[in-house]
């Protein structure tokens, strides 16, 4: 009996034990193929070999119509391996291969890269001279694909070629300012490039591969150990051709004005896009060295100053939709104004006392006229009504470095600011601002979100990162009829007609023209004019918005010097676009009493 216990015992035991050492396998089975797999198999990886990163291709950036504004291409820099060059080796050319000298060679690799013989036989001398049994020599960097089939064609054992990702621009400045540039390392420095590169960026894998003692690759060793990802495709809603014609109008137009710098922008009403983002100078990504650093900006988002008469129909909305004005509302008006001590209101120029409508006003672009209804108005609504235009705001484009102007609260306003508000001084603006304000007064008051981009599309196709459509009420719908209707007087050609002989045969076009003088930085303003005309067309179904500025012109110094060009890219946008003419009459508000 007691024998038989202790058999069992010793049984149960040697049971017990070798559960338990199967037991032990097995999680360290589970830790090795499932818990630290992916860890593990890295590090055999590298102890069989080299390890490889495996680059992710960065994102297009495109136009709305797929038109291709930047793009990643792989360049190669080519290294060679001195130690295997000291005796003939194999060299095939034309498909015929012989052995060779590395002189003979060098005069082939130059032949091909444009560099001479000696560029190749030097750094290898001077590696060899150091060790001889040097396994590093640069050659050549950034080659294009051509360059480097040919040069592999050559089949030089000793000569290896390394890739990595260029960005490149084939329209060069065509819209080079919003795109912004990457510096010599691959990071995004400005413009769309910094600010969507969540969309644009791809994501790095890695691979391993085995080399065999005379430093070649062997083939089947390869292995992808985390696969890599390319970037989204950024799509703008740039339209390519009016683009391009924008900016080559600038660049006839600013010289011949004797102009420091010129802006188009084209804004489609409806929903808010910016179809054309256009400056001159425009910076050239691929060439950044050909233009002064400070045209590297994108000036609609990042130059601010103030608006000067271009803002006196956002005064005017909120008069109107208050029920302070209407657009036949009469005043006198002289060509100075002194209301109280301290304060000075001039117009452009003098004239005899005036009898204008609050339309005349607009169409002289009286700042007298203005200021005396403008401060009728409550300040502090006022203010509220210009914050809902978007005034001292960054628009919904969020754009990198983008500047919010300056309008302070009525609280901080001494008694020249709050005159001078109402006309366009005493504050600063953006220009994307501006399009964003003149939207809201064309899209029967309702301010939509200003964009630039469509979205991020992903390699199945899908579009993420859609902008808002979300849209908000400033004025009513009655108001911003009455104001298009009020600045149609602009371009009629009257006698007061502030921008004669713009009109555009067939259609209805509301515009609002403006001579900025810009503070001098010592407490005055410059002697020079920051002129400009944003329109609207047709009137009686407004479909596209234009602004034309032009900064301190010197043949022409008013807002005439920016008329032509109105007209000129007006007419190109309602044509690209095929709009209707107008079929609705003319408001025909007065501009005298």
Same mark, same amino acid.
């Given at each position: 009996?007691?024998?038989?216990?202790?058999h069992?015992?010793?049984?149960?035991?040697?049971?017990?034990a070798v559960?338990a050492?199967?037991?032990v396998?097995?999680?360290?089975?589970?830790?090795?193929?499932v818990?630290?797999?992916?860890?593990?198999?890295?590090q055999?990886?590298?102890?069989?070999?080299?390890?490889?990163e495996?680059q992710?291709?960065?994102?297009?950036?495109?136009?709305t119509?797929?038109t291709v504004?930047?793009r990643s291409?792989?360049?190669?820099?080519?290294?060679?391996?001195?130690?295997?060059t000291?005796?003939?080796?194999?060299?095939?050319?034309?498909?015929?291969?012989?052995?060779?000298?590395?002189?003979?060679?060098a005069?082939?690799?130059?032949?091909?890269?444009g560099?001479?013989p000696?560029?190749i036989?030097?750094?290898?001398?001077?590696?060899?001279?150091?060790?001889?049994?040097s396994m590093?020599a640069p050659?050549?960097?950034n080659?294009?694909?051509?360059?480097?089939?040919?040069?592999?064609a050559?089949?030089?054992?000793?000569?290896?070629?390394?890739?990595?990702?260029?960005?490149?621009?084939p329209?060069?400045a065509?819209a080079?300012?919003?795109?912004?540039?990457?510096?010599?390392?691959?990071?995004?420095?400005?413009?769309l490039?910094?600010?969507?590169?969540?969309c644009?960026?791809?994501?790095?894998?890695?691979?391993?591969?085995q080399?065999?003692?005379?430093?070649?690759?062997?083939?089947?060793? !390869?292995? @992808?150990?985390?696969?890599?990802? +390319?970037? #989204?495709?950024?799509?703008?809603?740039?339209?390519p %051709?009016? =683009?391009?014609?924008?900016?080559d109008q600038?660049?006839q137009?600013?010289?011949?004005?004797?102009?420091?710098?010129?802006m188009?922008?084209?804004?489609?009403?409806?929903d808010?896009?910016?179809?054309?983002?256009?400056?001159?100078?425009s910076?050239?990504?691929?060439n950044?060295?050909?233009t002064?650093?400070?045209?590297?900006?994108?000036?609609?988002?990042?130059?601010?100053?103030?608006?000067?008469?271009i803002?006196?129909?956002l005064t005017?909305?909120?008069l109107?939709?208050?029920g302070k004005a209407?657009?036949?509302?009469?005043?006198?008006?002289?060509d100075?104004?002194?209301?109280?001590?301290?304060?000075?209101?001039?117009?452009?120029?003098?004239?005899?006392?005036q009898?204008?409508?609050? !339309?005349? @006003?607009?169409?002289e672009?009286? +700042?007298? #006229?203005?200021?005396?209804?403008?401060?009728?108005? %409550?300040? =502090?609504q006022?203010y509220?009504?210009?914050?809902?235009?978007?005034?001292?705001?960054?628009?919904?484009?969020?754009?990198?470095?983008?500047?919010?102007?300056?309008?302070?609260?009525?609280?901080?306003?001494?008694?020249?600011t709050?005159?001078?508000?109402?006309?366009g001084?005493?504050?600063?603006?953006?220009?994307?601002q501006?399009?964003s304000?003149?939207?809201?007064?064309a899209n029967?008051?309702?301010?939509?979100?200003?964009?630039?981009i469509?979205?991020?599309?992903?390699?199945d196709?899908t579009?993420?990162?859609?902008?808002?459509?979300?849209?908000?009420?400033?004025?009513?719908a009655?108001t911003?009829?009455?104001?298009?209707?009020?600045?149609?007087?602009v371009?009629?050609?009257?006698?007061?007609s502030t921008?004669?002989?713009?009109?555009?045969? #067939?259609?209805?076009?509301?515009?609002?023209?403006?001579?900025? =003088?810009?503070?001098?930085?010592?407490?005055?303003?410059?002697?020079?004019?920051?002129?400009?005309?944003?329109?609207?067309?047709?009137?009686?179904?407004?479909?596209?918005?234009?602004s034309?500025n032009?900064g301190?012109p010197?043949?022409i110094t008013?807002?005439?010097?920016?008329?032509?060009?109105?007209?000129t890219?007006?007419?190109?946008?309602?044509?690209?676009?095929?709009?209707?003419?107008?079929?609705?009459?003319?408001?025909n508000?007065?501009?005298?009493?």
């Amino acid at each position: 009996m007691t024998s038989a216990k202790s058999h069992r015992r010793r049984t149960v035991v040697a049971v017990v034990a070798v559960l338990a050492i199967v037991v032990v396998f097995v999680v360290r089975l589970v830790d090795v193929q499932v818990v630290r797999a992916d860890a593990l198999d890295r590090q055999a990886a590298e102890n069989r070999g080299n390890v490889q990163e495996i680059q992710g291709t960065r994102g297009s950036i495109v136009t709305t119509d797929g038109t291709v504004l930047a793009r990643s291409v792989l360049r190669y820099d080519f290294i060679a391996t001195p130690k295997f060059t000291t005796t003939k080796f194999d060299m095939t050319v034309d498909g015929k291969t012989s052995k060779v000298t590395l002189d003979q060679a060098a005069a082939s690799i130059a032949a091909i890269t444009g560099q001479q013989p000696s560029d190749i036989t030097g750094p290898i001398a001077s590696a060899l001279a150091k060790n001889k049994e040097s396994m590093y020599a640069p050659i050549v960097k950034n080659v294009d694909a051509a360059t480097y089939q040919k040069l592999q064609a050559l089949n030089l054992d000793w000569l290896n070629a390394t890739s990595h990702q260029t960005r490149v621009y084939p329209n060069g400045a065509v819209a080079g300012n919003i795109l912004g540039f990457l510096n010599g390392e691959g990071v995004p420095q400005a413009g769309l490039e910094d600010g969507e590169n969540t969309c644009l960026a791809g994501r790095n894998g890695e691979e391993t591969y085995q080399v065999g003692a005379d430093g070649v690759t062997i083939p089947g060793s !390869t292995k @992808v150990q985390k696969a890599a990802k +390319n970037g #989204g495709e950024l799509v703008t809603t740039i339209d390519p %051709d009016l =683009q391009w014609f924008a900016q080559d109008q600038l660049a006839q137009v600013v010289p011949e004005l004797g102009a420091q710098f010129g802006m188009v922008s084209v804004v489609s009403i409806k929903d808010a896009k910016i179809r054309v983002a256009a400056q001159y100078p425009s910076a050239d990504p691929n060439n950044l060295d050909a233009t002064p650093v400070q045209y590297w900006n994108a000036m609609m988002f990042q130059n601010q100053y103030e608006p000067g008469s271009i803002f006196k129909p956002l005064t005017a909305a909120a008069l109107m939709d208050t029920g302070k004005a209407t657009p036949d509302s009469h005043l006198v008006v002289p060509d100075t104004l002194t209301p109280q001590k301290g304060v000075y209101v001039a117009d452009n120029e003098y004239h005899p006392v005036q009898h204008l409508t609050l !339309t005349g @006003v607009l169409t002289e672009s009286s +700042n007298v #006229g203005m200021s005396e209804l403008g401060t009728s108005m %409550d300040d =502090q609504q006022r203010y509220e009504f210009m914050k809902k235009f978007g005034i001292g705001s960054k628009t919904a484009v969020n754009f990198p470095g983008e500047l919010s102007g300056e309008f302070t609260n009525p609280s901080t306003w001494d008694a020249q600011t709050r005159y001078a508000t109402t006309f366009g001084q005493g504050l600063s603006t953006t220009q994307a601002q501006m399009l964003s304000a003149y939207q809201a007064l064309a899209n029967g008051g309702v301010r939509l979100p200003l964009t630039l981009i469509d979205g991020c599309k992903q390699a199945d196709g899908t579009m993420t990162d859609v902008p808002s459509t979300k849209g908000e009420r400033v004025v009513s719908a009655k108001t911003s009829q009455q104001i298009l209707g009020m600045l149609e007087n602009v371009l009629k050609g009257g006698p007061i007609s502030t921008l004669p002989d713009t009109e555009i045969p #067939g259609y209805l076009v509301a515009a609002k023209t403006g001579t900025a =003088q810009e503070p001098d930085g010592n407490g005055g303003y410059q002697k020079s004019y920051y002129v400009s005309v944003m329109g609207v067309a047709p009137v009686d179904d407004p479909q596209y918005l234009v602004s034309v500025n032009i900064g301190f012109p010197t043949t022409i110094t008013s807002s005439l010097a920016a008329g032509p060009l109105f007209k000129t890219m007006m007419s190109q946008v309602l044509k690209a676009f095929r709009v209707q003419p107008s079929t609705a009459p003319a408001a025909n508000y007065p501009d005298t009493y």
